[in-house]
């Protein structure tokens, strides 16, 4: 319980001070948000009574205070790429239901493929069945997640026709079309990461192998593959877990060329299409999303060791 | 004990090991016999293959290691041919393991209980709570106090010697008829030493289980086993009844080992009784004299200004980060008001077992704990900044695989202290290095090795060299021959007497180890709980400690050794 409430301090307080860090990094950045909102031809007055308007003119402090304040609430202000008709905050809701279900699906398909698949191929330690995985893994590895898409799109979508490429289904039509159509990209997105995964799984697997505690089981009489499930692979788990975790904040954050090569609307082209628009409202609450998500997922990881293991508690 | 029937043989085992087309063989045709219910000791040096030969009874060598010949009879039956899932079914239930070190041999991410009852569940059928029952059962009958505790507590909760005892009761919860012992004592205190001991016996003598006690330790095969095998270069060089083999050993190198055992004052032990007689009437005087007010003597006060070292009220604490939220520093006192000097040219020993502050008090010496109180004195010259050729305290710490930089040659590991504390230039540096590394037995052909290159006493040689090649007064010894063999231990601890003469060396010697504190030291200290509860004369304290934990601290020690002692 202590340990708990302690990640949950330090959660607290790193979410704070990344938020600081976040709202002050664009305070930096050259250039006038009223400008840039307004345009090159605004007058003097415009873009005074802007400035007053959305509260530009206050001090640092107090401006970080409001910011925070809405940002709690989900209120990051009006885009200006889109000429301050759209909240900042429906645009990334609207986004992030297609980077959500892109990462749940993936996610799903490393954690229920790369687990067995690194515990057969450790079982088989050096066997014909190991060393092919070994290759298979080897070569998904090095393929960018870009390519991949473009050959699924190709195989999958021109040539066997299962989907029909660039046809992005909203989830507010059809929930159903919607995932079936997500299982693409999530492919796409998850091989390379199942490829390393069961890689690093089987080594942490191998390495377990090794210590006393394995021979200690073998001469109890297990077998070996009793000796996998029950003694080894929770040991083997707990780096796995931090890297798992890894690769879910990466892919919440949003896979960009993915989206691009099958054309969905996600977090990653928004975040591109922003930056270079000079959206910094967006940007911003972007970036305060993507740090967050790290800090939390990290936060899960620590609770997950304290469950799985107990030297972690220390009374 | 020959009426017993024979419960398993080796015959001309060899085993060996394939390394690159080439065969090292690690067992070479040794062949003996375990008789029902009797306790039988393989005793050798590490590398003599007694660990490999329990392996391949249970079966468990290492994939790289083959069996080139022999075979290994169980019951009547060749477990060198049996089949996979004959032999896993024998594993625990007939023949089972208790292993050296209990911290990595248990998994440590599950409870004692389910790995104690695993074992059972393995090999029998019961209901749910009849399992946890009898695993309960078990843990009580190894002396765990509290075993409903015990049983759901992990691994790193448990002390060692706790752990030990759950191994044991692990290993015979099925009731096996041999059980193999490797080592199972090594990693412990003397107190608890002599209890694991005990508690196997007594487990022999109850259900009457076979045991192979494997052990480096020829005081600890003394004390419990029947007969005994000594083993050398993976040959069995001699065996027999424990009794007769170490009374009147044939064999040269049984002769070695029993030689190499530190054993306390051998060569005046005849003389014993009149030492006990002149230290009963030295402290009689004294007793006197302190009645008489003490007044101090003038040789005591020259004496008094010797002491390269003084310690004066030393407590040493030592913090702990964030127990509580946002991390409330919670300070633990290690060490209580200790006070002492240590004369010029003088060893003193500190025994006492581990956790009880000997090596917080080796860091505070030499300066590497500031969280203390009270005064540490040091009087060697070099921390007054007068005679720069002198340096601070040196330390040799235990471990010497871990405490050598495993990237770096011999040759610059020497080097570093010199170019760290001295302005000598290189030349001047490598002929001190040349000059010291013969001072400790090596050649100059081992400056240009890597520590893994070099066995564990030619390492601990290097670490002696590398703490004093910057020609320190005080040399802090913290366990430094307690991962050794004995008959390197010998070696180890000769060379650091001679280097004493010729340098007029002063040592503060720690162990946990009284018999090699016996061996070296001229005084001894012992701490228990972070305080001195004794400090006296060696001699005297082996010969009459006041204090009782003194006396059961010797008491364990004598017990393991008490064989040797009419040697």
Same mark, same amino acid.
């Given at each position: ?315 | ?126 209901? +749910?709570?009849?399992? &946890?029952?009898? @695993?309960?059962?078990? !843990?009580?009958?190894?002396? /765990?106090?509290?075993? *409903?505790? %015990? ?50 016996? +007594?487990?022999?003598? &109850?259900?009457? @289980?076979?045991?192979? !006690?494997?052990?480096?330790? /020829?005081?600890?095969? *003394?004390? %419990? ?343």
């Amino acid at each position: 319980m202590k340990y708990t409430l302690k990640k949950l301090a330090t959660l607290i307080v790193s979410l704070l001070i990344t938020s600081v860090l976040t709202f002050t990094a664009f305070q930096i950045i050259p250039g006038d948000s009223a400008l840039n909102a307004l345009g090159m031809d605004a007058t003097k007055e415009q873009l005074e009574r802007y400035r007053e308007e959305m509260g530009l003119n206050k001090s640092l402090p107090v401006r970080y205070i409001n910011w925070l304040k809405g940002a709690l609430k989900g209120d990051f202000g009006y885009s200006t790429q889109y000429q301050m008709q759209m909240k900042v905050s429906t645009l990334i809701k609207n986004r992030l239901t297609v980077t959500f279900w892109l990462a749940v699906m993936s996610f799903l398909l490393i954690v229920v493929i790369s687990i067995p698949l690194g515990i057969f191929a450790a079982g088989k330690k050096n066997g014909i069945p190991d060393s092919f995985i070994t290759l298979i893994t080897q070569i998904f590895m090095s393929v960018p997640p870009f390519f991949l898409g473009m050959l699924i799109t190709l195989i999958f979508g021109i040539i066997l026709k299962w989907f029909t490429p660039g046809s992005y289904i909203n989830p507010g039509e059809n929930f159903g079309q919607f995932l079936r159509f997500m299982i693409f990209p999530a492919i796409a997105v998850a091989v390379p990461k199942i490829a390393m995964t069961v890689k690093f799984l089987r080594s942490s697997l191998l390495r377990e192998m090794e210590l006393d505690y394995v021979r200690t089981a073998k001469s109890k009489g297990m077998t070996k593959a009793r000796i996998l499930i029950r003694h080894i692979l929770k040991n083997a788990l707990i780096p796995v877990i931090t890297f798992l975790a890894m690769m879910l904040a990466d892919i919440l954050a949003g896979a960009i060329l993915v989206e691009q090569v099958f054309n969905l609307p996600g977090l990653g082209r928004l975040l591109v299409s922003s930056i270079s628009n000079r959206d910094y409202a967006v940007v911003q609450a972007i970036i305060l999303y993507i740090v967050s998500v790290v800090i939390i997922i990290n936060f899960i990881v620590d609770l997950i060791y304290q469950w799985i293991d107990p030297r972690v508690k220390r009374d | 004990m020959t009426n017993y029937e024979t419960l398993l043989s080796v015959e001309n085992l060899s085993v060996g090991v394939s390394d690159k087309r080439k065969i090292n063989t690690v067992i070479d045709n040794i062949s003996f016999e375990v008789k029902k219910g009797e306790i039988i000791g393989i005793v050798g040096e590490s590398g003599s293959g007694k660990t490999m030969t329990a392996l391949s009874v249970i079966g468990l060598l290492p994939p790289s290691v083959k069996i080139l010949s022999g075979k290994v009879n169980f019951h009547g039956k060749n477990l060198l041919t049996i089949e996979d899932k004959e032999f896993r079914r024998l594993r625990g239930s007939e023949i089972s393991m208790v292993f050296q070190d209990s911290m990595t041999s248990f998994n440590p991410l599950l409870t004692i209980g389910a790995q104690v009852e695993e074992m059972l569940r393995l090999h029998s059928k019961y209901e +749910k709570e009849e399992y &946890k029952a009898l @695993t309960i059962e078990a !843990l009580a009958e190894v002396g /765990l106090s509290k075993p *409903q505790e %015990i049983y759901q507590k992990y691994p790193h909760q448990l002390s060692g010697g706790m752990r030990q005892r759950a191994m044991i009761a692990m290993a015979m919860i099925t009731r096996p008829k041999l059980v193999i012992a490797d080592e199972p004592t090594t990693a412990l205190d003397v107190t608890t030493q002599s209890k694991i001991l005990g508690l196997l016996k +007594k487990m022999n003598e &109850k259900h009457g @289980t076979s045991i192979i !006690l494997i052990s480096h330790d /020829l005081r600890v095969i *003394q004390s %419990i086993c029947d007969r005994a095998i000594v083993m050398k270069d993976g040959k069995i060089v001699e065996a027999g009844p424990t009794q007769e083999l170490f009374s009147d050993p044939e064999n040269e190198y049984t002769k070695k080992l029993l030689a190499a055992i530190p054993v306390p004052f051998s060569k005046n032990s005849i003389m014993s009784k009149d030492i006990q007689n002149e230290i009963f009437i030295r402290n009689l005087e004294r007793n006197e004299n302190t009645l008489k007010k003490d007044i101090p003597d003038p040789a005591e006060q020259k004496n008094r200004q010797d002491d390269i070292l003084m310690i004066k009220n030393l407590n040493v604490f030592y913090s702990e980060n964030g127990k509580r939220l946002l991390g409330k520093r919670s300070r633990k006192q290690v060490i209580h008001n200790m006070t002492f000097s240590v004369k010029q040219g003088e060893t003193l020993g500190i025994v006492g077992e581990s956790g009880s502050g000997k090596s917080t008090l080796a860091k505070a010496i030499v300066g590497l704990n500031k969280e203390i109180e009270g005064i540490i004195n040091i009087n060697d010259g070099a921390t007054e900044g007068l005679v720069s050729f002198l340096s601070k305290p040196q330390m040799v710490f235990q471990d010497p695989y871990g405490s050598l930089n495993p990237t770096k040659k011999i040759g610059w590991i020497l080097e570093e202290p010199l170019k760290l504390q001295t302005k000598l230039k290189k030349k001047e540096r490598l002929a001190k290095v040349n000059e010291i590394i013969r001072e400790v037995g090596l050649s100059t052909e081992h400056l240009k090795r890597y520590p893994s290159q070099l066995s564990g006493g030619q390492r601990q040689r290097v670490a002696i060299a590398a703490a004093l090649i910057v020609n320190p007064k005080l040399v802090i010894l913290d366990e430094p021959v307690s991962s050794l063999d004995v008959t390197i231990q010998a070696q180890i601890l000769r060379l650091l007497k001679d280097l004493q003469k010729k340098y007029n060396l002063t040592y503060v010697f720690i162990s946990h180890d009284l018999n090699v504190i016996f061996q070296i030291c001229d005084r001894v200290c012992v701490v228990y709980q972070g305080e001195i509860v004794e400090m006296k004369e060696a001699k005297e304290l082996f010969f009459c400690p006041d204090h009782e934990y003194t006396k059961e601290l010797l008491k364990s020690a004598m017990l393991i050794s008490k064989n040797c002692c009419h040697i």
